[in-house]
């Protein structure tokens, strides 16, 4: 992969919709237990509702898992979760923070917030996966992380539940790679290795 080559991983962003729990579950539950890029994820939530997300991936994956918090350093080994009702960014210093923004794509968190503001801080060192979902979230932040040098990867549509956002992704900018749930694992098991 001569993205990778070129700029060592260091850092991971997904998002994802409609089908996204069960497909990011697929995705990551073969994760080994020295997994140690961070992977940062917003899936669309109720907004007036508490998630759940990390104690149900908690129990299924080797990694530490968490939902962000305002101010809080982006570790290694860590999934990390976008809480309903805030934007998460991602800061300069590589810190998260929450905002009550409007609604991007009717979604808050938004999936384009979270990798548009990655792609500032990581710029090439970022990789960005969209997955399934019904509506077009995630399109414009792919195409920042592509812009800004980091590796794009799609689900392949066929594949996802709703195909909605990965045909979205697909016709802005293409993104460098279109991919099944267990093409993208291999390919984060080889960027982890690569990024030591």
Known sequence: MHVAEEHPIEAV??????????ALLALLSGLPSNFRLPIVAVLHLPEHRDSLLAEIFQHRLPIAVREAADKESIAPATLYFAGPGYHLSVEMDRSFSLSCEAPVHYSRPSIDVLMESAADAYGASLVGILLTGANFDGAAGLAKIRQQGGLTVVQDPAEAEVA?????????PRPNLILTLDGIRSLLLKLDRNSC
């Open 13 to 22: 962003v997904i998002g994802a919709s409609t089908g996204g729990v069960a």
């Open 164 to 172: 909605t956002m990965p045909e979205a992704a697909i016709r802005k």
